[in-house]
Nanobody
Framework: QMTLRESGGGLAQAGDSLRLSCVVSGRPINNYAFGWFRRAPGNERQFVAGINRNGGETGYAEAVKGRFTISRNDDENTVNPKMNTLVPEDTAIYYC??????????????????WGQGTQVTVSS
């Protein structure tokens, strides 16, 4: 059984950086693309960033482009987004999700088969 566990969330001030981590257990990640989504209070879960199976393609939501970067380490079975220049609008629960065999970055919640429990990020002004 594949499990995803996010960590690295917490409290930050505007302008700070945070590095999240998604540790995957149960299966090697080399057959999966990964996405990160977030859900702000009162909103639906939305795509933030993604990386394809071989790490050659990344994708970002317009709201985070230029501030967030995503990487993967298949040897360590981890996927790590780095969030720079945080703003209060980044406050949300952040989720890691896995997309089996996808060669591209996909952006819809329903396209991902495995999800973590989420990690809270709160950014104060």
């Amino acid at each position: 059984q594949m499990t995803l566990r996010e960590s690295g969330g917490g409290l930050a001030q505007a302008g700070d950086s945070l590095r999240l981590s998604c540790v995957v257990s149960g299966r090697p990640i080399n057959n999966y693309a990964f996405g990160w989504f977030r859900r702000a209070p009162g909103n639906e879960r939305q795509f933030v960033a993604g990386i394809n199976r071989n790490g050659g393609e990344t994708g970002y939501a317009e709201a985070v482009k230029g501030r967030f970067t995503i990487s993967r380490n298949d040897d360590e079975n981890t996927v790590n987004p780095k969030m720079n220049t945080l703003v209060p609008e980044d406050t949300a629960i952040y989720y890691c999700a896995a997309d089996y065999l996808s060669p591209i970055v996909r952006r819809l919640v329903d396209q991902y088969s495995h999800w973590g429990q989420g990690t809270q990020v709160t950014v104060s002004s």
